[in-house]
């Protein structure tokens, strides 16, 4: 037989993991199942996946100009994060050692959210650029390929629609996913004038609509009502949108009640959800992203300090949180939440090492979760997620030789090799020069089917 040409080849992987499963996610007994391929090898051209078999099957059929020894390695796909706040100004260093100690910072400061907004606005657009683009190639180093990205640190309509449009404008190897956060959390001069604030975010829909894929609200104790929250989604959603909700994070505000209601395609931290909020979330399609670098940064798998904070029996035990999730059959995620205040780690790798260790999740689930569920949860899934024919090329190539052990080593950067869209962008754990950023010039792809809180 002849063989086919093809850009790049992969062969000899110790162990390839395709992670594949149906484009609506994997639920249940499903997520302990993942599939394995030996001596694995697969073909790429023009950007997508041509096929993915053993070393013999896929040698014997393709041939590339670029060859990729994976002996010793595992293949699998690129990760996706589907839930991050890229965009902002300033650090929240000095708050966390303050938290952590019960010591008074350094240095005065007006803690949580409100900081980060003045920083924010203290920042000029190439500053926020700049940074943007330093994280997106570190997430790209650590294997990331698909990262969503939030607003959040404007609160005013101007504010956060120029974080919107930098975000939109960003040309990475990373596709990067935009989205529009009307409800964050209310600012100080609204107090008392709650319908003109939420005015003001249905005002900014539509300009919005033009740059984002998701508009997501905060349905919380400490952030917006329910009611408010389906006012604002549904206005949303009539513009274009589609949904995503920031739902319970500090109590039950029936925020996973609200996003299934709003037919969101993620809710996203979920700490404190009903069993109903679950039910209903499995019944509308929509995917639980779960956030474990949240849970280890604010201490939350630690007895909180009594100023105020919940007791040990208040609090959630995120396993049992998880697993009520995936026991009602919600089809779930994880995610770095990358955020200066409540989870500054932009690695998805540390993610599936915290999954394990503080939600007990078995390795075969966090792969799922980390993959195609987490595609799924930025309506991708048929497009990317898994190793699959006829998919976009997004490969890393990990110095371990088994799925296992790239969540059971934690601490380094154990990604060799990643392929964004088809194109080998690190390799031998570095950036290869000039292929991380697109032309300034290249169009934007919009996504779609194929305060001391952040």
Same mark, same amino acid.
């Given at each position: 037989?002849?063989?086919?040409?093809?850009?790049?080849?992969?062969?000899?992987?110790?162990?390839?993991?395709?992670?594949?499963?149906?484009?609506?996610?994997?639920?249940?007994?499903?997520?302990?199942?993942?599939?394995?391929?030996?001596?694995?090898?697969?073909?790429?051209?023009?950007?997508?996946?041509?096929?993915?078999?053993?070393?013999?099957?896929?040698?014997?059929?393709?041939?590339?100009?670029?060859?990729?020894?994976?002996?010793?390695?595992?293949?699998?796909?690129?990760?996706?994060?589907?839930?991050?706040?890229?965009?902002?100004g300033g650090t929240r260093h000095e708050e966390h050692e303050a938290k952590v100690t019960?010591?008074?910072?350094?240095?005065?400061?007006?803690?949580?959210?409100?900081?980060?907004?003045?920083?924010?606005?203290?920042?000029?657009? @190439?500053? +926020?650029? /700049?940074? &943007?683009?330093?994280? %997106? !190639?570190?997430?790209?180093?650590? #294997?990331?390929?698909? $990262?969503? *990205?939030?607003?959040?640190?404007?609160?005013?309509?101007?504010?956060?629609?120029?974080?919107?449009?930098?975000?939109?404008?960003?040309?990475?190897?990373?596709?990067?996913?935009?989205?529009?956060?009307?409800?964050?959390?209310?600012?100080?001069?609204?107090?008392?004038?709650?319908?003109?604030?939420?005015?003001?975010?249905?005002?900014?829909?539509?300009?919005?609509?033009?740059?984002?894929?998701?508009?997501?609200?905060?349905?919380?104790?400490?952030?917006?009502?329910?009611?408010?929250?389906?006012?604002?989604?549904?206005?949303?959603?009539?513009?274009?949108?589609?949904?995503?909700?920031?739902?319970?994070?500090?109590?039950?505000?029936?925020?996973?009640?609200?996003? @299934?209601? +709003?037919? /969101?395609? &993620?809710?996203?931290? %979920? !700490?404190?959800?009903?069993?109903? #909020?679950?039910?209903? $979330?499995? *019944?509308?399609?929509?995917?639980?992203?779960?956030?474990?670098?949240?849970?280890?940064?604010?201490?939350?798998?630690?007895?909180?300090?009594?100023?105020?904070?919940?007791?040990?029996?208040?609090?959630?035990?995120?396993?049992?949180?998880?697993?009520?999730?995936?026991?009602?059959?919600?089809?779930?995620?994880?995610?770095?939440?990358?955020?200066?205040?409540?989870?500054?780690?932009?690695?998805?790798?540390?993610?599936?090492?915290?999954?394990?260790?503080?939600?007990?999740?078995?390795?075969?689930?966090?792969?799922?979760?980390?993959?195609?569920?987490?595609?799924?949860?930025?309506?991708?899934?048929?497009?990317?997620?898994?190793?699959?024919?006829?998919?976009?090329?997004?490969?890393?190539?990990?110095?371990?030789?088994?799925?296992?052990?790239?969540?059971?080593?934690? #601490?380094?950067?154990?990604?060799?090799?990643?392929?964004?869209?088809?194109?080998?962008?690190?390799?031998?754990?570095?950036?290869?020069?000039?292929?991380?950023?697109?032309?300034?010039?290249?169009?934007?792809?919009?996504?779609?089917?194929?305060?001391?809180?952040?």
């Open positions: 037989m002849a063989k086919r040409n093809a850009d790049v080849v992969i062969v000899h992987a110790a162990e390839l993991v395709t992670c594949g499963g149906p484009p609506e996610g994997i639920r249940g007994a499903a997520l302990q199942r993942l599939e394995t391929i030996p001596d694995g090898a697969l073909a790429i051209r023009d950007g997508r996946i041509l096929a993915v078999g053993s070393t013999a099957e896929v040698s014997r059929r393709f041939a590339a100009p670029v060859t990729i020894d994976a002996s010793g390695r595992l293949v699998s796909p690129g990760l996706v994060d589907p839930h991050s706040h890229l965009l902002y019960q010591r008074a910072p350094a240095r005065r400061m007006d803690g949580g959210i409100r900081y980060t907004v003045r920083k924010t606005a203290e920042a000029s657009d @190439a500053e +926020l650029v /700049a940074r &943007a683009y330093a994280d %997106l !190639d570190t997430m790209l180093l650590h #294997g990331t390929t698909t $990262l969503e *990205a939030k607003t959040g640190y404007g609160l005013e309509r101007a504010a956060e629609l120029r974080l919107l449009r930098l975000t939109a404008g960003l040309r990475h190897a990373i596709d990067v996913v935009p989205t529009f956060l009307a409800l964050h959390v209310l600012p100080e001069e609204y107090a008392g004038r709650r319908a003109d604030y939420l005015a003001a975010a249905v005002g900014a829909l539509e300009e919005a609509s033009g740059l984002a894929t998701y508009c997501d609200v905060s349905c919380d104790p400490i952030c917006f009502t329910f009611d408010e929250c389906l006012q604002v989604g549904a206005a949303a959603r009539a513009t274009g949108m589609k949904i995503r909700v920031h739902a319970d994070q500090f109590g039950d505000a029936r925020g996973a009640l609200a996003a @299934a209601r +709003l037919h /969101a395609t &993620a809710a996203d931290h %979920l !700490d404190y959800a009903s069993d109903e #909020g679950f039910r209903a $979330l499995a *019944a509308a399609g929509t995917v639980a992203t779960f956030l474990p670098g949240v849970t280890l940064h604010m201490c939350e798998m630690t007895p909180r300090f009594a100023d105020g904070g919940l007791t040990d029996a208040e609090k959630p035990f995120m396993p049992l949180v998880v697993r009520r999730a995936i026991d009602a059959g919600v089809a779930v995620a994880l995610s770095t939440d990358y955020n200066p205040g409540s989870c500054p780690t932009p690695s998805m790798q540390m993610v599936m090492a915290l999954a394990a260790r503080l939600f007990r999740l078995g390795y075969a689930e966090i792969w799922n979760m980390c993959t195609l569920n987490a595609a799924r949860a930025l309506d991708l899934a048929e497009d990317r997620g898994s190793l699959e024919a006829g998919k976009r090329a997004d490969v890393a190539v990990w110095n371990v030789p088994s799925h296992g052990m790239a969540i059971n080593r934690f #601490g380094v950067n154990l990604v060799d090799t990643v392929i964004a869209d088809g194109a080998v962008v690190v390799e031998g754990g570095r950036l290869k020069r000039g292929r991380a950023r697109r032309r300034a010039g290249a169009p934007a792809r919009k996504a779609g089917a194929a305060m001391a809180r952040m």
